[in-house]
């Protein structure tokens, strides 16, 4: 491999690494225990492990954390799953997000049922917004609908702060064209 392609290679390496998403902050995120959610989690459907969140009756889980500012992406994401498909309305989640004056923003988001009949992944990622923090994610059933559902695998996330390679790469781009002619 010649000298110009491995620090090619060596930089797009470290920018993958500082981009991936940091540690999960929620506690049981994939309701393996009862704790952190208030309620006891059911073995009849997960994704991963032995257990999920079942919603269903107008049932809603959360989960609230200290305060996260949101001046950098937020990776917030689950897995759901519905016991058959349909077009109403059957539940929702929601972010716990204030203002810098510590104002609630509004953003509950609908969930419709899925014809699939397999899990699939939720992307409720946020940020970066300067002026927000983040405490808390519920998700829940709306109670009237006759789908209930599955959800497994709930994140929160902070991206970490870019590292020496991002900081390298927008310093020199030439470490990625090195070598070439």
């Avoid at 917030?76 to 016991?83: P, T």
Wanted: proline content about 8%; overall charge negative.
């Amino acid at each position: 491999m010649r000298a110009g392609n491995a620090l090619g290679l060596a930089a797009g390496l470290l920018l993958a690494a500082a981009s991936a998403s940091g540690e999960n902050i929620l506690v049981n995120p994939g309701f393996e225990t009862p704790e952190a959610w208030g309620f006891a989690a059911t073995d009849l459907e997960s994704r991963t492990g032995q257990r999920s969140a079942y919603l269903c009756g107008g049932i809603a889980i959360s989960q609230q954390f200290d305060a996260i500012p949101l001046d950098r992406v937020v990776e917030i994401s689950f897995w759901i799953k519905f016991e058959q498909p349909g077009q109403e309305l059957v539940g929702y989640y929601s972010r716990s997000v204030v203002d810098a004056n510590g104002y609630p923003v509004p953003n509950a988001t609908p969930i419709y049922p899925s014809p699939t009949g397999r899990w699939e992944f939720v992307d409720a990622t946020m940020g970066p917004n300067p002026d927000w923090f983040l405490s808390g994610i519920t998700i829940g059933h709306v109670g009237y609908a006759e789908t209930c559902f599955f959800v497994d695998d709930v994140r929160v996330s902070v991206a970490p702060e870019p590292g020496l390679g991002v900081l390298l790469i927008a310093a020199c781009p030439c470490l990625l064209t090195a070598g070439r002619r």
